[in-house]
């Protein structure tokens, strides 16, 4: 079975948010302090992202179902 783009792009952001936050972590535990800003732009700009991909799905299955 092949797996559809807009799938790994999914796996994609999960496994960079996971990083991410690894790498927040380390910087937490070494420095203390957290790039709070930093944190939310990241977040935000994934789930814009996941949001958009949802988007163009629901049109896909739409246009579909209007096809039958």
Do not use: C, D
């Amino acid at each position: 079975m092949k797996i559809r783009f807009s799938k790994k792009i999914v796996v994609g952001v999960s496994l960079g948010l996971a990083l991410f936050t690894f790498a927040v972590l380390i910087v937490y535990w070494h420095t203390g302090s957290e790039p709070a800003v930093l944190i939310g732009a990241v977040f935000g700009y994934a789930v814009n992202q996941l949001w958009q991909l949802a988007g163009i799905k629901r049109a896909e299955i739409k246009k579909r179902r209007e096809r039958k």
